[in-house]
């Protein structure tokens, strides 16, 4: 037990640079939501917490070098509460992306997006009419369409070429019409009516060939947004759940701590507690 705190110290300093993988992963939601995702406020409980975890990892490394009593009972206070945030995130980020995926399409390597197959409240949010019109235009002005075009000695490329393309799920969902609405390819954001019927897909007829409309105003699109918002908070998700256990293991070995450096303020010997009642009293922190 004596060398409890000494432990803590260590391990606090480690959960301080952990933090910084949280704070990054934030900062790279933010950058997504700038520039490919467009969602601007899912990343900011993430940096807030890895924001906490550096102040609090501080506090606790304090309160374990110079037994300072008071430290370590707000440490492990704070960090308690953090871990149950943390944890709530967790689950919070894992029901909003649960469901929902791209659907394969026969001769083509990218998939489809379909906003039915989402649900939710992530998916109400995106969908929207209030909420899309600031979605919408952040895709529109990522440029991420008119990034998707190839050229070759100045020539487009061709269909087939086109359909063996692993696409974005934005680019699938807002850059080109649903496969099933039979549209002919041009090029990569120029699409022609076929001469057969069109799909029942109310997407059909918002596509335009118009660079500033697109199919950013189709289902599709939304779903597409969706699905990239998915993939990013599942790869945040997979760190967060690695330093939740790493602090649940750190917060145990600080109460030991802490318990430890109220012994020694009452010049307690070790090994030995002190009874100054004839009965023992209910657990105290």
Known sequence: ??????????????????????????????????????????????????????VISLAGFAGACYRNTFLMRLYLVAMFIIIAVLIGFIIFAYVVTDKGSGRRVTNRVYLDYYLQDYS????????????????????????TCRKLARNFNGV??????????????????????????????????????GNGLMSANPDCTK??????????????????????????????????????IILVIVYIIAYAAYRNNRRM????????ARMTKSQPSHFHL
């Open 1 to 54: 037990m004596r060398t409890s705190n000494h432990l803590i110290g260590a391990l606090n300093f480690s959960t301080f640079l952990l933090s910084i993988p949280i704070l990054g992963g934030g900062i790279w939601l933010s950058s997504r939501s700038n520039n490919t995702d467009c969602l601007q406020f899912l990343q900011w409980p993430l940096i807030i917490i890895g924001i906490s975890i550096m």
């Open 156 to 193: 487009p490329e061709s269909a087939d070429m086109f359909n063996l393309r692993s696409l974005t799920s934005i680019q699938s969902g807002c850059c080109k019409p649903p496969t099933d609405c039979g549209y002919i390819y041009q090029n990569e954001t120029i699409w022609n009516l």
């Open 265 to 272: 303020d009452n010049d307690e010997p070790y090994g030995e």
């Open 120 to 143: 939710g409240w992530l998916e109400e949010r995106v969908a929207s009419d209030s909420y899309w019109g600031k979605i919408s235009s952040c895709v529109r002005d990522s440029n």
């Open 207 to 244: 596509w335009s060939n118009d660079q500033q409309q697109l199919c950013y105003a189709c289902d599709s699109c939304k779903a597409g947004v969706l699905a990239s918002v998915r993939k990013s908070w599942r790869k945040v998700s997979v760190i967060n759940i690695v330093v939740m």
